[in-house]
């Protein structure tokens, strides 16, 4: 059964940083393009990063450029998104979904509430 | 960037109704376009992919169609767990843009 479990996520004061990790099971994650989402409190789905399955291409949403890091470890099973300097604006509940094919996600994870405030 | 709207965005029906949900992209994105299903505290559930293919394990009272700039999902005779909101997606180039939702309540 395919599996994506979020972690990390908590309050951090404006300007802080934290680290979201997303473990996976069930399938062959070193196979698989994979993505970050987030939701804003009462707000729709905005995609946030992606990233190939040996982590040699990843592409960010501009509103995340230079602050935001996607990466993964295949051995660990696990994704990952390192978010510095982060704004009230990133507050939201983060999802990391698999890619079925061409940016399409048939499996999501739960995802983990960041909340940005002072 | 690619925007998405859809239409409406929020709707009231009844069990066994046939409700229509359409969104529509600003430019032509061919058939690169996906439709979710999200309720509040779960994870989103993929419907329909590319426009018109149905996911694995998804009620076939669920349709997609459409191409280009205009895309259209139906659910046949909704059922009670049918009341969530519904996204489409675009894949077709970066930023992946969703709509707005379209809220499904009960009338």
């Known amino acids: 059964e395919v599996q994506l479990v979020e972690s990390g996520g908590g309050l951090v004061q404006p300007g802080g940083s934290l680290r979201l990790s997303c473990a996976a099971s069930g399938f062959t994650f070193s196979s698989k393009w994979m993505h970050w989402v987030r939701q804003a409190p009462g707000k729709g789905l905005v995609w946030v990063s992606r990233?190939?399955?040996?982590?040699?291409?990843?592409t960010y949403a501009d509103s995340v450029k230079g602050r935001f890091t996607i990466s993964r470890d295949n051995a660990k099973n696990t994704l990952y998104l390192e978010m510095n300097s982060l704004r009230v604006e990133d507050t939201a509940v983060y999802y990391c979904?698999?890619?079925?094919?061409?940016?399409?996600?048939?499996?999501w994870g739960q995802g983990t509430l960041v909340t940005v405030s002072s | 960037d690619i925007q998405m709207t859809q239409s409406p965005s929020s709707l009231s029906a009844s069990v066994g109704d046939r409700v229509t949900i359409s969104c529509r992209a600003s430019?032509?994105?061919?058939?690169?376009l996906h439709w979710y299903q999200h309720k509040p505290g779960k994870a989103p559930q993929l419907l329909i992919y590319s426009a018109s293919n149905l996911q694995s394990g998804v009620p076939s009272r669920f349709s997609g169609s459409g191409s280009g700039t205009d895309f259209t999902l139906t659910i046949s005779s909704l059922q009670p767990e049918d009341f969530a909101t519904y996204y489409c997606?675009?894949?077709?180039?970066?930023?992946?843009?969703f709509g707005p939702g379209t809220k499904v309540d009960i009338k």
């Open positions: 990233i190939n399955s040996d982590g040699s291409i990843i």
């Open positions: 979904a698999r890619d079925r094919v061409a940016s399409t996600y048939d499996y």
């Open positions: 997606q675009q894949s077709y180039s970066t930023p992946f843009t």
């Open positions: 430019q032509s994105i061919s058939s690169y």
